[in-house]
């Protein structure tokens, strides 16, 4: 759970009282030229002191592109570890370092909407993971990769003029198709879309306060959060709260089967919300898509409720 920017996440919500929701088959992307000008990959500074290599000893940064050394690698910082080291701090260490990345670039209008893309893509929305460079654009819902043994490949990737490159949705479970040399028409099992849920608003002093439900995927990560966010600077002597809706928050792990399953109590979720200004907690994030999730929250402010917003995609309940 973390503490969001002032205002960001609410200027999106602000007006958006309906469910933002995209069908897991998309139009097919192949023929869509992504045009960009050449570019020439050179390193302007020493890539090696970038990353502490003692902290990430996987990680590394080459000629602008930041490279994790393999696909199980990465899906070990983001699933994190015991000593709780994944995706959050990952986030916060790359923010601090010098790697230019898009989130950087592109601080006021960044198109993932999620801090820790907007910290792993480079300028040009791509990202190395074991031998593939991938190329992430979650506007068109498109995802494509490339191996690193062929000739020109960052370029190609760039331009779309390879016949190699391997086109995928941001639904797909893309890392697991790399890894195993299969495409989405080979195997499946569910896999849902986006989807963007708010309650009402909670005005009070001229501030309103607004709680969301978010799924996010961009097909080499996918995390369900819930949160809320103001408008302004709210006086930390109001009392705020956050409840999930009964029986349980749920939700289910592309592929299917028994296990992979993540549960959170209904009730109260136990925090004291006074001094946040924006907050989300993260309830699920994984490599993986979704199969269905069951997810409904609420803030309160000063004892006054937003209605329940949230969602029930092929969940039991």
């Known amino acids: 759970m973390k503490k969001l920017k002032y205002g960001m996440v609410f200027l999106a919500l602000v007006g958006i009282g309906f469910v933002s929701c995209e069908k897991e088959e998309i139009a097919d992307t192949e023929n869509k030229t992504v045009v960009q000008p050449e570019r020439t990959l050179e390193s302007t500074m020493d890539e090696s002191a970038i990353i502490d290599q003692h902290l990430y000893p996987g990680l590394s940064v080459e000629n602008g592109v ?22 959050a701090d990952l986030t916060a260490y790359l923010r601090d370092s010098e790697f230019n990345a898009y989130g950087k670039i592109n601080k006021e209008s960044g198109i993932y909407q999620d801090e ?44 779309n003029s390879n016949r190699t490159i391997k086109i995928f ?22 896999g849902i879309g986006s989807y963007f849920y708010t309650s009402s608003t909670v005005s009070g002093g001229g501030v309103n306060h607004q709680a969301y439900v978010k799924f996010f995927r961009a097909g080499v990560y996918f995390k369900l959060s819930f949160g809320f966010a103001t408008n302004a600077p709210f006086p930390s002597s109001t009392i705020k709260r956050m409840e999930i809706m009964g029986p349980e928050g749920w939700c289910l792990r592309r592929p299917c089967g028994a296990g992979h399953t993540t549960t959170r109590p209904a009730g109260d979720i136990g925090l004291n919300l006074s001094t946040y200004v924006d907050y989300q907690s993260t309830f699920y994030d994984n490599v993986r898509n979704l199969n269905g999730f069951y997810l409904y929250v609420r803030l309160s402010v000063d004892g006054v409720f937003t209605t329940w917003t949230g969602g029930n995609v092929n969940s039991p309940y």
């Open 66 to 87: 930041l490279c994790f050394e393999s696909i199980a690698y990465y899906e070990t910082l983001v699933v994190g570890d015991e000593q709780g080291n994944g995706v």
């Open 116 to 159: 820790f893309m907007d910290a792993i893509m480079n300028e040009d929305k791509i990202v190395k993971i074991g031998e593939w460079f991938i190329y992430i654009d979650t506007e068109l819902e498109s995802v494509k990769a490339i191996s690193d043994k062929e000739a020109n490949a960052y370029q190609g990737l760039l331009t």
């Open 169 to 190: 949705s941001t639904g797909d479970d893309v890392l697991d198709h790399l890894a195993n040399n299969t495409s989405p028409d080979d195997r499946s099992c569910g």
